[in-house]
């Protein structure tokens, strides 16, 4: 069963503390994406990783980094949280020669 | 760049009534046009998907048919189900698939008995 999973599923920081967020794959895709969602907004892509230690903005990086250090897990990470970051996060993956991403169940973060 | 355009924020109709949700999109190259739909608290999940030029696409009770000389990719179905309640997204995908998707804004569509 193809699956992308997401831990966690809720969070709450405060401003300025740092907040990792995790995604997993057990599909052996090679590409991976990090979006957020906002109310009005529809979802927009922060970064890609096309594979282990191969990653690339998206049109909104600015505040996030991410890791990719095995092909299964793609982690987003925010240095210093602030309060506009509270969104929900979802993260994809897809297989090489597909156009279709797959979609983890999103991870509500709130910064207060 | 690509953009997609979704004109309904919020589409809310009595059950067994047909609906349409509208998108357009605007992209240099040949490409792919999805339809993602996301009930409450649960992930974007795939609905159709098309790359082919006036065909028409079902599934789940739903069709779109991809109209490249217009560059629209409607989705509709003939009578709505309260379990359609949920949102959603029509997206792109450009020439370079490794990219992310262009995702319109979302269309809420709400069922009522």
């Known amino acids: 069963d193809m699956k992308v999973t997401q831990m966690p599923r809720y969070l709450i920081k405060r401003m300025g503390e740092n907040v990792l967020l995790e995604c997993g794959q057990d599909m052996s895709h090679e590409t991976m994406y990090w979006y957020r969602q906002d109310p009005g907004l529809g979802l927009q892509l922060i970064y890609i990783?096309?594979?282990?230690?191969?990653?690339s903005e998206g049109d909104i990086p600015k505040g996030y980094r991410v890791s990719r250090k095995k092909r299964e897990h793609f982690s987003l990470i925010l240095d210093s949280a602030k309060t506009n970051q509270t969104s929900v996060y979802f993260c994809?993956?897809?297989?090489?020669?597909?156009?279709?991403?797959?979609f983890g169940p999103g991870t509500r973060l709130t910064v207060l | 760049g690509d953009s997609v355009t979704q004109t309904e924020g919020l589409v809310t109709l009595t059950e067994g009534l047909p609906v349409m949700l509208n998108c357009t999109y605007q992209?240099?190259?040949?490409?792919?046009l999805f339809w993602y739909v996301q009930h409450l608290n649960e992930a974007p999940k795939l609905l159709l998907k098309s790359s082919t030029d006036n065909k028409r696409t079902e599934h789940q009770g739903f069709h779109a048919t991809l109209h490249k000389s217009s560059s629209s990719f409607h989705l509709q179905k003939s009578s709505a189900q309260l379990s359609d309640s949920a949102l959603y997204y029509c997206a792109l995908s450009g020439n370079n698939y490794a990219q992310g998707l262009t995702f319109g804004l979302g269309t809420r569509v709400s069922v009522f008995p």
């Open positions: 994809a993956s897809r297989l090489g020669g597909d156009a279709e991403q797959f």
């Open positions: 992209t240099a190259y040949s490409t792919f």
């Open positions: 990783s096309y594979d282990v230690d191969s990653n």
